[in-house]
């Protein structure tokens, strides 16, 4: 019996020091690929580049617009800026101004991605768009971006898609099973930054997703404490089209928009 459980202590010491080593390959799922020229995506769209502070040249698409507020997309772990071409047509269609930014590792962009490495991608994004009005948004996983760089760099608005309270509870949901809190390296506390921001905030959630519970982005809004507008798309899964560039989803940025317009 001694010997037996010795052996399941070191096959459980030795799976979570495994998991303690990749767990950024289950965090950050990118697509690598080179996504196309950005005209050829979006009519009138240009590919743009900037280079972070710590020398990663990041590739980007901007798409032009006649609206006084730009917005800053930041996406979620997996994919890249070409699975949100969507959402950047649906808002040029409403004449925003869009920069779809892809961290370091995505879309073809050199480096590989961290917490710390994010930060630094959507700091330099942001420096990029200049001293425009900006809404940045973040999605899912780029809520928690967003957010932290809303503390260092205040934006006009903020639109926070499907947000987590904070890592180690959206990998509770996924992974009930393992301690998650314990092995993080990665944290993105959305709800702890939140309370700090007085920008007028947006959370977007889909009322049936089944990676970042409903629940947690409800959380997400009662953290903040500035104005705060909650939109349920009912019925939404988290990757459904719905919550790409659904009616909620671009009516919601377009509404924040116009209000930040109106008010300078």
Known sequence: MTRTALVIVAVLVLLLGLLWMFQRHLIYLPDRT????AA???????????????????????????????????GGNAGNRLHRAPLARALAAHGLPVLLMDYRGYGGNPGTPTEEGLHLDVRTAR???GDRPVVYFGESLGAGVVTRLALERPPAGLVLRSPFTDLAAAGRANYPFLPVSALLRDR?????????????????????????????????????RGQVTTVEVPGADHNDLAMLNGPEVVGAVVELADRIRGSH
């Open 127 to 129: 420096a990029f768009v």
């Open 188 to 224: 993105f506390p959305v709800a702890e930054s939140i309370a700090n921001v007085r920008a007028p905030v947006v959370v977007l959630y889909g009322t049936r997703d089944t990676i970042v519970p409903p629940s947690l982005s409800r959380a997400v809004a009662q953290s903040a």
């Open 34 to 37: 080179q996504p196309p020229p």
């Open 40 to 74: 050829a995506v979006i009519p009138g769209a240009r590919d743009v580049s900037f280079t972070t502070s710590d020398g990663i040249r990041l590739a980007a698409w901007f798409v032009p617009g006649e609206h006084p507020v730009t917005v800053l997309v930041a």
